[in-house]
T-cell receptor, first 118, second 115 residues
Framework: AQSVTQLDSQVPVFEEAPVELRCNYSSSVSVYLFWYVQYPNQGLQLLLKYLSGSTLVKGINGFEAEFNKSQTSFHLRKPSVHISDTAEYFCAVSDLPLRRNQGGKLIFGQGTELSVKP | DTGVSQNPRHKITKRGQNVTFRCDPISEHNRLYWYRQTLGQGPEFLTYFQNEAQLEKSRLLSDRFSAERPKGSFSTLEIQRTEQGDSAMYLC?????????????FGPGTRLTVL
């Protein structure tokens, strides 16, 4: 069975500092990996996704993530954070569909609360 | 394209009552997913539709829960005889599958409080 572990429940950081949010997954098959952001009282917004190809994926708002198959990790990074990046971040994994109508349900981690302080 | 919408945004009900939520997906998206998110947790998959067919249901979806997507467009999620443990944010997502992975776009959610 697939699972996702986000290693830090809370990450406090000062504005303009770099940040890394850690995500490890476990799966016996090839996977697709995603990072979503959730602002208070809102739904989830896709930041970036890894499907195949280059292991370094760039997303919106200056975020990027690196897929590491040997370490089963997909850590999210940003070189310089802003106050507006304060939000909950979720890592998710989806199976590679094996059958035509097989769904791509997402398995989420428990989330990391990023708090950017001035 | 106005995104995924959900109604109502908030619902407060008493234990034992039935509630129904609605999700309107992005136009032309053929897949629709329901997730449940409790406080401090990531979303958990409940069920999904491809067009009007409900193709997968989670074990989390007890027999008090039922979902429909009658014409392959909007979907409803009904909870009968609500319990306090049903209090959560219910999220809907839609996607357009093209044979590979589909990217899911989420609505703002419906927050349910059962008193």
């Amino acid at each position: 069975a697939q699972s996702v572990t986000q290693l830090d429940s809370q990450v406090p950081v000062f504005e303009e500092a770099p940040v890394e949010l850690r995500c490890n997954y476990s799966s016996s098959v090839s996977v697709y990996l995603f990072w979503y952001v959730q602002y208070p009282n809102q739904g989830l917004q896709l930041l970036l996704k890894y499907l195949s190809g280059s292991t370094l994926v760039k997303g919106i708002n200056g975020f990027e993530a690196e897929f590491n198959k040997s370490q089963t990790s997909f850590h999210l990074r940003k070189p310089s954070v802003h106050i507006s990046d304060t939000a909950e971040y979720f890592c998710a994994v989806s199976d590679l569909p094996l059958r035509r109508n097989q769904g791509g349900k997402l398995i989420f981690g428990q989330g990391t609360e990023l708090s950017v302080k001035p | 394209d106005t995104g995924v919408s959900q109604n109502p945004r908030h619902k407060i009900t008493k234990r034992g009552q039935n509630v129904t939520f609605r999700c309107d997906p992005i136009s032309e998206h053929n897949r629709l997913y329901w997730y449940r998110q409790t406080l401090g947790q990531g979303p958990e998959f409940l069920t999904y539709f491809q067009n009007e067919a409900q193709l997968e249901k989670s074990r989390l979806l007890s027999d008090r829960f039922s979902a429909e997507r009658p014409k392959g467009s909007f979907s409803t999620l009904e909870i009968q005889r609500t319990e306090q443990g049903d209090s959560a944010m219910y999220l809907c997502a839609s996607s357009q599958t093209s044979g590979g992975v589909d990217t899911q776009y989420f609505g703002p959610g419906t927050r349910l409080t059962v008193l």
